[in-house]
Each structure stands twice: as C-alpha cells, then as structure tokens.
C-alpha cells in the first residue's frame, strides 16, 4: 500500500485545519458578542455578523 500516507503530512491539509479552526473562533466570538444567533426555530443562522480577513 504505497498510497497510503498520514494525513497529518499533506500540507493543504494542514492549511484547511487552520482555515477551520480559525473560522470556529469567529463564529464563536460572534455569537458571545450576539452579532451572530440562531433563528427561533433553531434552523438558521441570523444576525449583522460579516465575515472578514
């Protein structure tokens, strides 16, 4: 099985994680400051929260 590799190793990956985690940390920030919040029926996020660089 000389296809296999670890994951950990592919450096796109690598860099998709980070994008992930960092992306986490915003929605998280945004709903502690309520800029960002589920809809009353729980099924959609609303609120005046824009995602930036």
């Not at 709903?31 to 609303?46: C, I, N, P, Q, V």
């Amino acid at each position: 099985m000389k296809n296999v590799r670890a994951l950990q190793d592919d450096e796109k990956l690598k860099q998709e994680n980070y994008l992930l985690r960092y992306i986490s940390k915003q929605i998280t920030k945004a709903f502690k400051s309520e800029d960002l919040r589920w809809t009353t029926d729980g099924m959609r996020l609303e609120g005046k929260y824009i995602f930036e660089d």
